[in-house]
């Protein structure tokens, strides 16, 4: 059986024009950007494989070479990614101010959630606390990465930051933040403090909720 000859609130196109895309799982917004399935598999069961091989959605859009899908829908996936990526880049960038704790856990989820290796990011602002920049910083194994407080002051410095937030997710996909977490922290706060830059959180990326460090009075 085709997705045509499923019943119309089941299809992904239907699905998500009734309900929102939001309604629809990782494979069905696959479904959507590939158009068709191949090999005898129906979109949605392409889309469910690819995910399986991978090892989830954020591995599956960072492969390189890409997954054998077709050059039009890689190109259509790696354009909705982007697509993504800008708009909540210019909803951080067209605030005043960035004094909302959510609006910067939402977007440093958006870019560190799902990678199967630890990955460590900082937001750079200026001295009214608007958006300079985000950059990834460093990468490490899945059980951690090494951050050099050096490179962050130098970044900070060369982006004219007059404050930060930091990011790093954890693959296991608990935010909960261990002993080196705050550790380091701590030591980045030290160095920033040197540069006059301030420290305003540190946020562990997670499955659920990224946790605040500065909400859990580490900061």
Same mark, same amino acid.
């Given at each position: 059986?085709?997705?045509? @000859?499923?019943?119309?609130?089941?299809?992904?196109?239907?699905?998500?024009?009734? &309900?929102?895309?939001?309604?629809?799982?990782?494979?069905?917004?696959?479904?959507?950007?590939?158009?068709?399935?191949?090999?005898?598999?129906?979109?949605?069961?392409?889309?469910?494989?690819?995910?399986? @091989?991978?090892?989830?959605?954020?591995?599956?859009?960072?492969?390189?070479?890409?997954?054998?899908?077709?050059?039009?829908?890689?190109?259509?996936?790696?354009?909705?990614?982007? %697509?993504?990526? &800008?708009?909540?880049?210019?909803?951080?960038?067209? &605030?005043?101010?960035?004094?909302?704790?959510?609006?910067?856990?939402?977007?440093?989820?958006?870019?560190? +959630?799902?990678?199967?290796?630890?990955?460590?990011?900082?937001?750079?602002?200026?001295?009214?606390?608007?958006?300079?920049?985000?950059?990834?910083?460093?990468?490490?194994?899945?059980?951690?990465? $090494?951050?050099?407080?050096?490179? %962050? %002051?130098?970044?900070?410095?060369? $982006?004219?930051?007059?404050?930060?937030?930091?990011?790093?997710?954890?693959?296991?996909?608990?935010?909960?933040?261990?002993?080196? @977490?705050?550790?380091?922290?701590?030591?980045?706060?030290? +160095?920033?403090?040197?540069?006059?830059?301030?420290?305003?959180?540190?946020?562990?990326?997670?499955?659920?909720?990224?946790?605040?460090?500065?909400?859990?009075?580490?900061?």
């Amino acid at each position: 059986m085709t997705i045509r @000859d499923w019943p119309s609130a089941e299809r992904p196109r239907e699905k998500l024009l009734a &309900r929102g895309a939001t309604a629809l799982s990782d494979a069905e917004l696959l479904a959507v950007f590939l158009g068709s399935g191949s090999h005898g598999r129906n979109a949605i069961e392409l889309g469910r494989d690819l995910l399986c @091989d991978a090892g989830g959605l954020r591995p599956l859009l960072d492969m390189h070479p890409k997954p054998d899908i077709g050059t039009v829908a890689w190109c259509r996936l790696q354009g909705a990614l982007e %697509v993504g990526r &800008r708009y909540l880049d210019a909803d951080l960038r067209e &605030r005043e101010t960035l004094h909302d704790p959510i609006a910067s856990a939402r977007y440093l989820k958006s870019r560190l +959630a799902g990678y199967p290796y630890e990955v460590f990011g900082c937001l750079f602002l200026d001295a009214r606390h608007r958006v300079i920049t985000f950059e990834e910083l460093f990468r490490g194994s899945i059980v951690g990465t $090494h951050v050099h407080p050096r490179e %962050v %002051v130098r970044r900070c410095i060369a $982006h004219n930051a007059a404050a930060a937030i930091l990011a790093h997710n954890h693959p296991s996909g608990v935010a909960e933040p261990s002993a080196e @977490d705050i550790a380091i922290t701590t030591r980045l706060r030290e +160095a920033l403090d040197l540069i006059d830059v301030r420290l305003l959180d540190h946020f562990v990326i997670g499955d659920g909720v990224p946790t605040s460090l500065a909400q859990r009075g580490w900061l």
